[in-house]
């Protein structure tokens, strides 16, 4: 308790002011709201997923840049141990920038990131992490379809890609997969941080784990899975519940996300 106390303090005030959203930001796009049945479904239930509004590409150095510029706390030198591990940032030769190699990344995602970082970020513009149910939906899109669950081909492409080495220089964000939505480089790019990762393979109450289902973490993981086929979640799933939110991944970048305005009607 004392902790989180202690960490909600420190993260107090991260950013000055958060940006007021009218309609949609530039640079994002609307997911209509939908349903999907997720790896770890609750008797394989389809659960509902309300329209929001994602950043249509993760986000770059350059961006990444400027905001440690505005809000020094996150730079590699200053940033607290507490929020980032000693990977953060590590591609960067210097506290505001990747130096010499800037014109080759500068457009590419931003890695070695931790959890709180990119918090942070995503406030400071106003916005915020996805959750891992809106980040999932939104991956089951193709380039023409919005649900291509279907399509072994689609998997296909992304255990090609899982099973590759990390180039040297990582491509430009628009030059990544483009989905149904408009979405840039879910699949093809970089693994992404969501705001509830650390729940994505507990079941049952966390204050009481005694009903936490203990084999999730081992091989008889997938006994609860709604699709025993789909490696391609498998590898999401494990992934994030490796993770703490101050580890730093060379492999893992993010992307801001923000519910879709509600609308209102003006009364004559």
């Known amino acids: 308790m004392i902790r989180r106390l202690l960490i909600a303090l420190l993260m107090f005030g991260a950013c000055s002011i958060a940006q007021a959203q009218k309609g949609t930001p530039a640079n994002m796009v609307h997911v209509k709201g939908g349903s999907f049945v997720p790896l770890y479904g609750s008797n394989s239930q389809a659960v509902s997923v309300n329209g929001?509004?994602?950043?249509?590409y993760p986000?770059?150095?350059?961006?990444?840049?400027?905001?440690?510029?505005?809000?020094?706390?996150?730079?590699?030198?200053?940033?607290?141990?507490l929020f980032a591990d000693a990977g953060y940032l590590k591609h960067w030769a210097s506290?505001?920038?990747?130096?010499?190699?800037?014109?080759?990344?500068?457009?590419?995602?931003v890695i070695?990131?931790?959890?709180?970082?990119?918090?942070?970020?995503?406030?400071?513009q106003g916005k915020r992490l996805p959750t891992v149910n809106e980040w999932e939906y939104a991956a089951l899109a193709s380039e023409t379809k919005r649900d291509a669950s279907s399509d072994p081909?689609?998997?296909?492409r992304s255990l090609d890609w899982y099973s590759q080495p990390n180039p040297k220089y990582l491509p430009?964000?628009?030059?990544?997969?483009?989905?149904f939505y408009g979405i840039y480089g879910l699949i093809g790019l970089v693994w992404e941080w969501t705001s509830d990762f650390n729940s994505a393979l507990i079941?049952?109450?966390?204050?009481?784990?005694?009903?936490?289902?203990?084999?999730?973490?081992?091989?008889?993981?997938?006994?609860?899975?709604?699709d025993v086929k789909n490696y391609v979640a498998f590898m999401r799933y494990a992934f994030r519940s490796s993770l703490k939110a101050n580890y730093?991944?060379?492999?893992?970048?993010?992307?801001?996300a923000l519910d879709q305005p509600v609308k209102t009607t003006a009364k004559l």
């Open 52 to 56: 929001f509004l994602l950043d249509k």
């Open 59 to 81: 986000v770059t150095n350059a961006e990444y840049e400027a905001f440690v510029a505005a809000y020094p706390k996150w730079k590699k030198s200053e940033v607290k141990k």
């Open 95 to 109: 506290d505001l920038g990747v130096g010499a190699e800037a014109a080759k990344v500068k457009d590419s995602p």
């Open 112 to 124: 070695n990131i931790s959890w709180f970082a990119a918090k942070a970020y995503c406030e400071c």
């Open 153 to 156: 081909s689609f998997y296909q």
């Open 172 to 179: 430009p964000v628009k030059e990544s997969f483009r989905n």
């Open 203 to 226: 079941v049952g109450e966390s204050r009481q784990n005694s009903s936490l289902d203990r084999q999730l973490f081992c091989g008889a993981g997938s006994t609860g899975a709604s």
């Open 248 to 256: 730093t991944v060379a492999n893992l970048g993010f992307r801001c």
